[in-house]
Structure formats: C-alpha cells, structure tokens
C-alpha cells in the first residue's frame, strides 16, 4: 500500500474536525484555568489521531462490505474496490491502530483519572458504531447527531480535563461552559455530515442507507446547513460576552464573508466532487480562525 493510498484510506483531509477542537480545548483551558499539562496533551493528541484515522479505515471497511451497488459503488467508488487492497490488511490495520490508540488513552486514564475512562469510552462507542453492525449510525439519521456532538464537543472537553483535571469541577455550569465554547466546531462538524449526505442522497439511497437528508428532503437539507452556519456564529460571538473566551476571538468574523461566499456555492449546486469542499472550507476557516484569534490572546494571559 502506497502512502497516497494509506492517507487516502484514513482520509487525511478531514482530520481538521478532530486537531482544531484539540486546539480550542488548550487554549480554554489556559485562558480559564491557567492549566496546560504538555506531555498528556501530546499523548493524547496522539491516541485521538490515530484513533480518527482507524475510524476511517472502518468506514471504508464496513462501506464495501455492506455496499449493495457492487459494480459502481463498490468496486469503482471505495478505494478498498477501486486500488485493489487487501481486506486482510485493512482489517488488521484497523484493529492494531485501535488497540494502540486504546493502550495510551487507558495510560492516560491512570494519571489523570477515571472520567477520561468514561468519555473515552463514549467516543470508542460511537466511532465504531458509526460504520458498523446491522444499522450503522452513518446509514441513519442520527449521523449529524453524533458525529458533531464527538468530536466537536467531547475532543475539547477531554482536552479540558486533561489540562485541568486536579482542579476541573463536574457541574452544569463547567459543562455549559464548555457546551458553549464548543458549538461552532460541534455545529460545522454535523454540517461537514450534512454536506457530505446531501451530495450522497442518491446513491444512499441506492445503498439502503437513509440518512437525515432522506426524511427532510434536499431542499429542507439545505435550509438546516444554513441555520447550522449562523448558530455556529451566534455561538462564537456568546462565548466573548460571557467571558469564557477573549475579545480577541471576536476578530474571527473577519472571515465571515468567506463562510456565507461558501454557504451560498453550497445551495448553489450540491456535487461531491465541486461542492462538498464548500463544507471542508467552512469548518476548517471557521474552526481555524477561533483558535487562532484565542492564541493571540495567549501571551496576555
């Protein structure tokens, strides 16, 4: 397997949707509790990476398996089908990068406690329940539910605890916090979901997969993806005014007019290959300015 083919597989490209919520939840937890514990952050950015990757191998994975549309899909779309690769391979390099990414977040858990134990756990679940089994979560409408909630909100909260674990109190008002700091990446993750499902409905479809665009339509699809993108700035903008972010993240509007140019060549014209980058650009835009405009505040801190 070339390296083009293995990044191809682990879908190097979206892994914006798991580093920009690491980041965010580094620069909460310095700005809000003077707390950065380097070393377990590293390990853990580690386990996280490999860990998105392995999900992605098993999304392929699971997608040929159960794919219905043999000849096309099957064969000419997944790249498992179109380069030839070895299941054998593929399976076993799932698995090994699984249990790797499971042995340093355990470590992990050791120092640092046993709630991380738990959200891991969580995240575990739902990555390899997402693709797998009789009714993977992608295959319903509860893709967009889970996909931007995991990694957009429990990525920055591990991140959190992590870096604040011996004095980070468990209530409502801490877990709103974080709610709240989160929702942008929570928001433009289901939408990078909702994008890709909206291009996909067709051969869906065609697969038996019935995702959230299947029961509201396209057009109802396309409304939601825009509603998402202003809440997701609604979001960005509360966080400022109740303290838990700089006003320095306010200067992350400037890009702004890059997200709506975006937004309106999505409902433009809905095409994997022409359009879904529109999402990709959102999110990675979106998410990267909030933790950039949050760094230049650092130095203040």
């Known amino acids: 397997m070339s390296l083009r083919v293995f990044l191809e597989l682990v879908e190097i490209k979206a892994k914006t949707a798991s580093v920009l919520p690491f ?18 952050l590293l390990l853990f950015f580690i386990a996280m990476f490999i860990f998105n990757m392995s999900v992605d191998i098993m999304d392929n994975y699971n997608d040929y398996h159960h794919a219905i549309d043999t000849d096309n899909y099957r064969e000419k779309t997944n790249i498992i089908g179109r380069e030839n690769l070895s299941l054998q391979l593929v399976f ?19 120092i640092v406690g046993w709630p991380l134990l738990v959200m891991g756990v ?27 909630p995991t990694m957009g909100f429990m990525i920055t909260l591990i991140c959190i605890y992590i ?39 067709a051969e869906d479809e065609s697969n038996q997969r019935y995702t959230l665009v299947h029961y509201l339509g396209k057009e109802r699809a396309l409304h939601f993806f825009g509603i998402m993108n202003l809440a997701a700035i609604i979001g960005l903008i509360a966080a400022v005014f109740v303290g838990i972010a700089p006003w320095t993240v306010l200067l992350s509007l400037l890009a702004l007019p890059v997200i709506i140019k975006q937004v309106r060549l999505f409902w433009q014209k809905q095409v994997k290959k022409e359009t879904f980058s529109c999402a990709i650009k959102i999110l990675a835009i979106g998410a990267a300015s909030q933790a950039l405009s949050y760094l230049i505040y650092m130095p203040f801190v």
């Open 23 to 40: 980041i965010l939840g580094a620069c909460y937890s310095w700005y809000n509790y003077h707390s950065i514990h380097p070393g377990l």
């Open 92 to 110: 076993g390099l799932m698995c090994g990068m699984i249990a790797l990414s499971a042995l340093i977040g355990i470590g992990i858990s050791a």
């Open 122 to 148: 969580v995240c575990y679940f739902v990555g390899i329940f997402y693709s797998s089994g009789p009714k993977p979560l992608s295959s319903l409408p509860l893709g967009e539910l889970f996909s931007g």
């Open 163 to 201: 870096n604040t674990y011996q004095v980070f109190t468990w209530n409502w008002t801490s877990l709103g916090q974080v709610v709240l700091i989160s929702l942008p990446n929570t928001l433009w993750i289901s939408n990078l979901m909702l994008a890709n499902n909206i291009c996909d409905l």
